[in-house]
Structures are given as C-alpha cells and as structure tokens.
C-alpha cells in the first residue's frame, strides 16, 4: 500500500494556532515540542491511516490520541482514496462543545 497523503483543513490548523499559542504564552520551549508532537503523530497516519479509533457517530470519522507529557492530543479525521484529511485537533482537556467538522 502507498503512503497516504495528509491533507489538514483550514479549522484544524486554526486548532494547531489555537493550541501553540495558549502554550506558547506559558512556555515557548512546550509550544514548540507540541507542534512537533502533532506532527509526528500525523505522520504515522501516511503508513497507517486506520491507526486511530473508530467514532461511534456513523461519520466514518476516527480520533488517534497523542501523549503529550500527563496528557494528549487528539487528531479528528477521516480517509478515502490514500488521502488522510485531519479536521480537527485538540487537547484531551479541552471543553469540546463544537464537537463537528
């Protein structure tokens, strides 16, 4: 199987924005480890793109959990066609009321 291609949507890098900034006004050297985090943790949905769990919602969505120190992240994403879309990411913490794409 080809490597799939990871496409991020607008709202999950504003997410990425979102989430660096929050850290980076607290630590800069932490804001910048978990970007790298969460990139690394997309790259391994090019080789394995059903690596993370199923949703439950009938969306054919799936969330891959990446440790972050006593926490995670969470990548939302969908894939079709060796194309990998990651459309939401957050942190295991956050209050997540806009829970849709």
């Known amino acids: 199987m080809a490597k799939a291609e990871i496409v991020w949507r607008e709202r999950a890098l504003k997410d990425i ?4 900034n929050f850290l980076f006004e607290k630590n800069e050297d932490a804001a910048a480890k978990v970007a790298q985090v969460i990139l690394r943790g997309s790259s391994l949905l ?6 993370g769990r ?7 969505r799936r969330e891959l959990f990446i440790p972050f120190g006593a926490g995670f992240y969470v990548l ?3 894939f079709t066609n060796e194309i990998v879309v ?7 913490r956050e209050d997540r009321k806009e829970d849709q794409l």
Do not use: K
């Not at 924005?17 to 660096?20: A, P, S």
């Not at 199923?54 to 054919?60: I, N, S, V």
């Open 17 to 20: 924005d979102r989430l660096y």
């Open 46 to 51: 090019e080789d394995s793109p059903r690596l």
């Open 86 to 92: 990651i459309v939401r990411v957050w942190h295991g």
């Open 54 to 60: 199923p949703m439950a919602d009938g969306t054919g």
């Open 76 to 78: 939302r994403y969908f």
